[in-house]
């Protein structure tokens, strides 16, 4: 069965569990490095489950999704009520070839729009974190909700990246 858009959004924020969104966000990159770190192309390119993603995949989805946020809080902040289009992640990952792309190279890329992101986030004024724009699929969503959402929805790849490479070292 699929979850509602608001069994989503309620389960990606359940992952900060109280956890600052920023210190999270800052913190990603090196602890997906930290997990990459030593393992195999082999591991890093086996599907854990039919259907599901294997690390290439997951972190080529976060590169992306960094691409993706940073232009949606930008466009929000310069036209605040702007609508804000959704995409399909499974369509993007087949278009992108997401299953043959480097998860090292991947990293790289989104750790310096992370860096990008979080720096220009440092710079707004306490208004514009209210300032929101209108998801096609979730509503309206402020800057301050874009950013806990993305730090949730870190917090939820790196435990399949943990879990998929535990499960490939079991699996040699």
Same mark, same amino acid.
């Given at each position: 069965?699929?979850?509602?858009?608001?069994?989503?959004?309620?389960?990606?924020?359940?992952?900060?569990?109280?956890?600052?969104?920023?210190?999270?966000?800052?913190?990603?990159?090196?602890?997906?490095?930290? !997990? !990459? @770190?030593?393992?195999?192309?082999?591991?890093?390119? +086996?599907?854990?489950?039919?259907?599901?993603?294997?690390?290439?995949? *997951?972190?080529?989805?976060?590169?992306?999704?960094? *691409?993706?946020?940073?232009?949606?809080? +930008?466009?929000?902040?310069?036209?605040?009520?702007?609508?804000?289009?959704?995409?399909?992640?499974?369509?993007?990952?087949?278009?992108?070839?997401?299953?043959?792309?480097?998860?090292?190279?991947?990293?790289?890329?989104?750790?310096?729009?992370?860096?990008?992101?979080?720096?220009? !986030?440092?710079?707004?004024?306490?208004?514009?974190?209210?300032?929101?724009?209108?998801?096609?699929?979730?509503?309206?969503?402020?800057?301050?909700?874009?950013?806990?959402? *993305?730090?949730?929805?870190?917090?939820?790849?790196?435990?399949?990246?943990?879990?998929?490479?535990?499960?490939?070292?079991?699996? @040699?």
């Amino acid at each position: 069965m699929e979850e509602t858009v608001q069994q989503y959004r309620e389960r990606i924020l359940s992952n900060l569990d109280g956890k600052d969104p920023r210190k999270v966000q800052a913190a990603s990159a090196a602890r997906l490095a930290k !997990l !990459l @770190r030593g393992a195999s192309p082999k591991q890093l390119a +086996r599907k854990p489950a039919p259907g599901k993603w294997s690390v290439n995949e *997951i972190v080529a989805h976060l590169s992306e999704t960094e *691409i993706v946020v940073g232009w949606r809080m +930008r466009a929000i902040v310069g036209a605040p009520g702007t609508a804000i289009q959704a995409y399909d992640q499974d369509a993007w990952a087949a278009a992108g070839n997401y299953a043959a792309r480097d998860a090292r190279k991947s990293l790289e890329f989104f750790r310096r729009a992370r860096e990008a992101n979080l720096d220009w !986030l440092r710079r707004l004024r306490p208004e514009q974190w209210q300032h929101y724009g209108i998801h096609a699929e979730r509503g309206q969503e402020s800057i301050e909700t874009i950013v806990n959402m *993305i730090a949730g929805h870190d917090l939820n790849h790196i435990r399949q990246v943990e879990a998929a490479l535990a499960a490939g070292r079991k699996g @040699r």
